[in-house]
């Protein structure tokens, strides 16, 4: 899962670093040094959650048809979301590790997080309403649910990989 991801580059992040501190590679030079791996553990994380979601959803004929290239876009577009979520806990992950997360530090990776989280509520909310108005409201209804409840136990399962602010 994505969690296999996230906590295995915050591991790498916790090491030791010899490197000076102006050295120090930002969470997107992480990514993009780590972009295969990344993307193989994102692909298999969103493999094993689309079989949740098809397990769940109980779609045939029509609604299965129209349901899955919606979906799809949807998690195209979060995809986009977690990975800067993702880069976000890199840096907070190096700067833990080498003991130091400055209150400037603290508030520029707090805004990054209230914007990515109000991004992932609207990316949410316009694909709860495509799916009303394309498939049905009590589809949408239920869309909603197995990916909040989905995103809730990855969120529960990382946070308890993050150690606390300092």
Request: proline share 3%; with cysteine; aromatic share 8%.
């Amino acid at each position: 899962m994505l969690l296999r991801t996230v906590v295995a580059l915050l591991a790498f992040c916790s090491l030791p670093l010899i490197a000076a501190e102006s050295e120090m590679p930002t969470g997107k030079e992480v990514m993009k040094q780590n972009q295969a791996l990344i993307q193989n553990n994102l692909d298999d994380a969103d493999y094993k959650r689309k079989q949740i979601v098809k397990a769940h959803m109980d779609l045939a004929g029509a609604e299965n048809e129209k349901f899955w290239p919606i979906y799809n876009t949807y998690r195209a577009e979060a995809l986009k979301i977690n990975k800067g979520i993702l880069e976000t806990m890199i840096d907070y992950g190096q700067a833990y590790s080498k003991g130091y997360v400055t209150d400037d530090l603290a508030t520029d990776l707090l805004n990054r997080i209230y914007t990515l989280q109000e991004d992932h509520i609207q990316l949410r909310e316009k694909y709860t309403r495509r799916l009303a108005d394309e498939i049905s409201p009590k589809r949408a209804m239920r869309f909603l649910q197995i990916e909040t409840q989905l995103d809730a136990m990855l969120e529960i399962d990382i946070s308890r990989q993050v150690p606390l602010a300092e």
